[in-house]
């Protein structure tokens, strides 16, 4: 038996739509108050709002929306492969992030949350793994406890 840890399901698929929508969103802006910049002589960057302006109606919002659209979704493949799943039994710990899979059957010694980073010590208090994680603490101390390995509180004092 083994328990597989990941970012719910309403994030992992709600990232998908909420992030082309945002973009969009913020084309919508950009192309909406890009005369307005254009005419502020101290804005550092004045060519692409510029550039936006003198773009006729609705070619100018259509090319914002899709390039939000665009842009969203470069942001959701980005979050997608940056998402750590973390699969736990009682002899053997996965980490899986970008389609690349790490198997640790070493035996813990412990296991924290440093900050944002799940850190797994073997013998020695040899570090075997650290990964950056939004996963929640509370879920990550019972699956690693539940299983047998020792889950610490806070990271141990350093030597």
């Known amino acids: ?43 550092p960057v004045q060519g692409p709002f510029r550039l936006l302006a003198g773009a006729e ?7 914002a929306l ?7 979704m470069a942001f959701a493949v980005v979050w997608a492969r940056d998402r750590l799943v973390v699969t736990v039994s009682p002899t ?3 980490l899986e992030r970008a389609g690349h899979r790490r198997r640790i059957d070493a035996e813990l010694t412990a296991v924290f949350l440093d900050g944002k980073k799940l850190v797994l010590l073997g013998t020695g208090e040899r570090e075997i793994a650290r990964e ?10 019972a699956a690693f406890t539940g299983h047998g390995h020792p889950w610490l509180d806070e990271p141990p004092p350093e030597r």
């Open 1 to 43: 038996m083994e328990t597989v840890l990941d970012e719910p399901t309403w994030v992992r698929r709600g990232s998908w739509i909420v992030c082309p929508v945002a973009g969009a969103l913020l084309g919508w802006l950009v192309q909406a108050l890009s005369g307005w910049v254009a005419s502020l002589a101290w804005f």
């Open 57 to 63: 109606q609705p070619w100018r919002l259509l090319g």
């Open 66 to 72: 899709a390039v939000g659209v665009v842009l969203g």
């Open 92 to 94: 053997r710990v996965t």
């Open 132 to 141: 950056s994680t939004d996963l929640d603490r509370g879920e990550l101390a």
